[in-house]
């Protein structure tokens, strides 16, 4: 894969960059989905916009007189909507209905009941149970019962607006439709009662749902069987308080233990019967037209396609709720080892009496590839020449077509070599560099990179332990006075400094940062070089020469100070190559997992490391923000919000320790907050998209950032 692009495929690529952004869409798309699925389940649990709010009973000024002292069922259907007519439940008869429900234990016992008698009921259901339970909704169906709508999420209607009345009833009828392909003209509101009840709140939601061509079925008998009163109680409450009257009786198969109601309702049946009463549903009851209609055509569809989805979101998101707490055992997890890995590693290389070995102090190559850094090359330069150690210096100019070369020979230092190339992408010219380097050692950096004076020094001491085949040096971002900066200033602090302290200290170092990195020129070449393969070529070069068994260290000394990307757009182009080459390296070095020696140790151990904190972990993290936006919205938002604020905390606490484990000023943490609302999404979009293009196949091309030569000189910090 080549690095850089002549003029003329630069054109191409400009072109192709300016069709709409797939990059953004697929991954957003999937975790839009993702929310989806998880609305979709709290609707199915009742979580999402459940209201347990009750309004109180107000004025009946507005309410028809009529409908105080009539029947429990009302019509303002069509014409009746300014005149509704109520009806009562015919004399020696009894509608036995139940609210809440369906529910897996008790409804199944109360249809039993019901068979056994030849007594058909109504179930006055709710969406969200319905959805849940397709097939208790089938068996009342099929057992010649009468279904009636009790919104989706049992909210008080009275207190909801008549955007959401419509809402609950129609996504109610899209659940009866999909579960059992029905659709009912039966309502019941919650926290309903009798008709003389109705008051200045209430009437206008039964004249709503009249309208939408619902009869409303109010009761005549309560049994408060959800307060548990006992069976005896329930029963007497059902008994009609007028011998032979008609009446409509509550009870609940749903909402907590319905046992007592189970008992009761053999009782309450028995009892009737021998008082020559018949039971009916309430259609039957009134002798009017079927309540419970069959739908077909889109509106089938619809509820089939509803239901479908309702079920993935109800069988899948348990996974990834259990996925949730893995991420957070993880996170927690590797918080704590690289604090204890890190403590460690700076415990061992701070001792007054450490020592890599004899002082090295031959010379080294320093070799500088670069591809239009004009803007930084003399920058870079010039740091180089302040190097208290002896170091020839290779500029490599990779096809550059702007004054890169120029500019280096205008500088003409001494120990400086320009060597000319044509464009061949950066491991070309690090090879190029590598066959003319004088030195055993080689040192690597970018073209817009500066070295502190001591910088080589520090980073070629590790080279005394002949076991030592590369050494990482500290990267740091130099133009950190940005929002930008800050926030990589962060990562660069908290992520790669203590994860390279964590690897050290086991071993199985992934990478050397191309910013500031150092090898022994026989370990360069007993693994073939730097290879283009990959875009990742500072991953690839380092995981093969674990895989033969060589040692590779982190000076932290060893410091370089980097131009970061100074837009979301270069951070975006940046991170996504970093991101996809790095699992392209893990990809070609998957072999390792089976091999023996110090090969099959970094297979075994490295490379799963890289791929759960590297790749699985943040692919996984952004179900802690997709919970903490249901969480706000839809479930409880202090709650949410406070737990939230405590992994923030300790995020805040390891940010500081790893600001103070590298001597850095800690004021730029104030932005922390920010950054996990914003720079961690973005990461997110970058490695949902890098793993999208690697599962199918996709090629990424290399992409040259813009540089505006800002770092111009080493900072020298204590």
């Known amino acids: 894969m080549s690095r850089h692009q002549s003029p003329r495929r630069k054109s191409v690529r400009t072109r192709r960059l300016a069709a709409p952004p797939l990059r953004f869409f697929l991954p957003v798309t999937l975790l839009a989905c993702l929310l989806a699925l998880l609305v979709l389940r709290g609707l199915a649990n009742n979580e999402v916009f459940h209201d347990n709010q009750v309004a109180i009973s107000v004025d009946k000024t507005t309410?028809?007189?009529?409908?105080?002292?009539?029947?429990?069922?009302?019509?303002?259907?069509?014409?009746?909507?300014?005149?509704?007519?109520?009806?009562?439940?015919?004399?020696?008869?009894?509608?036995?209905?139940?609210?809440?429900?369906?529910?897996?234990?008790?409804?199944?016992?109360?249809?039993?009941?019901?068979?056994?008698?030849?007594?058909?009921?109504?179930?006055?259901?709710?969406?969200?149970?319905?959805?849940?339970?397709?097939?208790?909704?089938?068996?009342?169906?099929?057992?010649?019962?009468?279904?009636?709508?009790?919104?989706?999420?049992?909210?008080?209607?009275?207190?909801?607006?008549?955007?959401?009345?419509?809402?609950?009833?129609?996504?109610?009828?899209?659940?009866?439709?999909?579960?059992?392909?029905?659709?009912?003209?039966?309502?019941?509101?919650?926290?309903?009662?009798?008709?003389?009840?109705?008051?200045?709140?209430?009437?206008?939601?039964?004249?709503?749902?009249?309208?939408?061509?619902?009869?409303?079925?109010?009761?005549?008998?309560?049994?408060?069987?959800?307060?548990?009163?006992?069976?005896?109680?329930?029963?007497?409450?059902?008994?009609?308080?007028?011998?032979?009257?008609?009446?409509?009786?509550?009870?609940?198969?749903?909402?907590?233990?319905?046992s007592?109601?189970?008992?009761?309702?053999?009782?309450?049946?028995?009892?009737?019967?021998?008082?020559?009463?018949?039971?009916?549903?309430?259609?039957?009851?009134?002798?009017?037209?079927?309540?419970?209609?069959?739908?077909?055509?889109?509106?089938?569809?619809?509820?089939?396609?509803?239901?479908?989805?309702?079920?993935?979101?109800?069988?899948?998101?348990?996974?990834?709720?259990?996925?949730?707490?893995?991420?957070?055992?993880?996170?927690?997890?590797?918080?704590?080892?690289?604090?204890?890995?890190?403590?460690?590693?700076?415990?061992?290389?701070?001792?007054?009496?450490?020592?890599?070995g004899p002082p090295v102090t031959e010379p080294v190559t320093v070799l500088v590839p670069a591809y239009n850094e004009q803007e930084c090359i003399a920058n870079t330069l010039k740091s180089l020449a302040l190097s208290d150690y002896p170091i020839e210096i290779i500029v490599i100019d990779d096809g550059s077509t702007d004054d890169t070369s120029a500019i280096v020979e205008e500088i003409a230092m001494e120990n400086v070599r320009l060597i000319r190339q044509p464009n061949g992408g950066k491991p070309a010219a690090l090879n190029n560099g590598i066959a003319n380097a004088s030195h055993e050692i080689v040192v690597m950096m970018d073209g817009d990179t500066v070295f502190e004076p001591s910088t080589v020094r520090e980073l070629v001491q590790p080279f005394a332990d002949p076991t030592v085949g590369a050494v990482a040096g500290n990267a740091k971002v130099g133009n950190r006075d940005t929002l930008i900066g800050a926030w990589q200033h962060i990562e660069y602090v908290m992520g790669f400094n203590l994860d390279r302290r964590m690897y050290d200290e086991l071993n199985i170092m992934p990478t050397i940062p191309g910013a500031v990195g150092a090898f022994r020129r026989e370990s360069l070449l007993n693994v073939g070089g730097m290879s283009d393969e990959t875009l990742a070529e500072d991953t690839d070069i380092t995981m093969a020469m674990l895989r033969q068994g060589w040692r590779i260290v982190y000076a932290e000394k060893a410091r370089a100070w980097t131009e970061a990307p100074a837009t979301m757009q270069q951070l975006w182009s940046q991170r996504y190559r970093w991101s996809y080459g790095t699992m392209q390296a893990m990809w070609k070095h998957r072999h390792a997992i089976r091999e023996s020696g110090p090969a099959g140790r970094f297979g075994r151990i490295g490379l799963p490391v890289v791929a759960l904190f590297g790749v699985l972990t943040p692919l996984l993290a952004p179900l802690i923000d997709l919970f903490l936006l249901y969480g706000i919205?839809?479930?409880?938002?202090?709650?949410?919000?406070?737990?939230?604020?405590g992994v923030l905390v300790v995020q805040g606490v390891l940010a500081y320790y790893a600001f103070r484990l590298d001597r850095e000023k800690p004021w730029h943490l104030v932005t922390l907050p920010v950054q996990q609302v914003v720079y961690r999404q973005l990461m997110y979009l970058v490695l949902l998209q890098s793993s999208i293009t690697a599962l199918t196949g996709g090629r990424l091309r290399w992409q040259k950032l813009r540089r505006t030569g800002e770092v111009a000189a080493p900072i020298v910090e204590a």
């Open 633 to 645: 919205f839809f479930v409880d938002a202090e709650r949410t919000i406070a737990a939230w604020a």
């Open 63 to 258: 309410v028809p007189p009529n409908l105080l002292t009539g029947g429990p069922v009302v019509d303002a259907r069509g014409r009746l909507n300014d005149h509704p007519v109520s009806y009562s439940i015919p004399d020696k008869t009894v509608v036995l209905s139940f609210d809440d429900g369906p529910d897996p234990v008790w409804t199944p016992k109360i249809l039993d009941l019901l068979a056994q008698h030849h007594i058909h009921a109504t179930f006055f259901v709710t969406g969200a149970m319905t959805s849940r339970h397709p097939e208790l909704i089938r068996q009342i169906v099929a057992g010649g019962h009468e279904i009636g709508l009790h919104t989706f999420t049992h909210a008080d209607m009275a207190l909801q607006t008549r955007t959401r009345l419509a809402w609950e009833l129609g996504q109610t009828q899209l659940a009866l439709a999909g579960v059992a392909g029905v659709h009912s003209s039966l309502f019941r509101p919650p926290y309903s009662s009798t008709a003389d009840a109705l008051d200045d709140w209430t009437w206008p939601v039964v004249k709503d749902v009249g309208k939408h061509g619902y009869l409303t079925a109010f009761i005549d008998a309560d049994t408060d069987d959800w307060k548990k009163p006992g069976v005896e109680e329930i029963v007497k409450t059902a008994m009609p308080k007028v011998p032979g009257r008609g009446e409509m009786v509550l009870m609940h198969d749903a909402g907590g233990d319905r």
């Open 260 to 356: 007592q109601t189970v008992a009761a309702l053999g009782q309450i049946i028995d009892k009737l019967e021998a008082q020559n009463y018949k039971f009916a549903s309430i259609g039957e009851a009134l002798g009017s037209s079927p309540t419970t209609v069959p739908v077909h055509g889109l509106q089938l569809w619809a509820g089939k396609a509803f239901i479908f989805m309702t079920g993935i979101s109800v069988n899948l998101l348990p996974w990834l709720i259990g996925l949730l707490s893995v991420v957070g055992v993880l996170v927690f997890g590797r918080f704590a080892l690289m604090m204890i890995l890190a403590t460690r590693h700076a415990w061992r290389t701070r001792r007054p009496d450490f020592s890599w």
